[in-house]
């Protein structure tokens, strides 16, 4: 049972990075833009975010400074997408590109440095209970902000206006459009939280899962958050439980290991990728169930004068 109890606990933290960049590029997706960038976003958030909190001492410094630097590369991304009308998928993988190489080359003064912990995480009076405790209440708080922040977004997309008029600028924006709606701007918004998001994500990496600074410690996390929003058929809840999946999948290795399970080192590490790949080719066989989920415009350029 403790076994169960820690793998409960380290799918949890290890699903919510992918939970924190998904539900960012959920947003970005409700409201008709694709941006293929997370991996490069994340990248440059993990070393800003640990730099932050390595000079200043303080984790949710380094959280603001890693939403922010999320936010500004996503602005660069949406300033060349949306008013400069570049390919989408273009640009987005032109910022992992440069994400990755950029944190590589400002963090060479962070590798080998590590943040101290001095406190327990979890949730006082509950942490300590047996089996319970080790499983679900041990965690950071970051882990339990990501789930609130699903339910808010949730709440957000279903229950208020300015919700529905985001959506439906990823669903018909010359009609979104034609009633006064800036479209754009309501784009370049969503692609700041998704930004900002992903930023937290690749903070909560570098800070709290491990903290420390290594180059490509993002390990194609950033792809797999764009793939389950597909898995998730861009529905909030589903998006953190598909992360929690993939987590799971992703400590499944470590534990198995740990229990003296004969399995090859490089099988147990292809497993999230692989995963991943099963689960796309399974949802691609139904492109109608696809279409009838996807956000009608998602991808597409809008152009306000047409």
Known sequence: MNEIALLVAATLAAGTPLALAGLGLLVNERAGVVNLGAEGMMAIAAVTGFAAAYLTGSDWLGFAA????????????????????????????????????????????????????????GIPGLRDLPLLGPALFRQHAMVYLSIALMAAIAWFFYRTRAGLVLRSVGEAPDSAHALGYPVRRIRMA?????????????????????????????????????????????????????????????????HLQGMGVQVPLQFMSMLPYLSTVVVLVVISRDPLWIRLNMPASLGKTFHPGS
């Open 66 to 121: 890693g939403a922010a630097a999320g936010a500004a590369a996503a602005s660069i991304f949406g300033w060349l997408a949306l008013w400069l009308y570049t390919n989408q998928y273009a640009t987005g993988l032109a910022l992992s590109l440069f994400g990755a190489g950029f944190s590589a080359f400002v963090g060479t003064g962070y590798v080998g440095k590590n943040l101290e912990r001095t406190t327990i995480s």
């Open 190 to 254: 969503a692609v700041l939280a998704g930004g900002a998001l992903c930023g937290v994500s690749g903070a909560y990496l570098s800070i709290i899962y491990a903290p420390m600074w290594v180059e490509g410690m993002i390990a194609g996390r950033g792809w797999i958050a764009l793939a389950l929003t597909v898995f998730a058929t861009w529905r909030p809840a589903r998006v953190l439980l598909g992360a929690y999946l993939f987590g799971g999948v992703t400590m499944l290795q470590l």
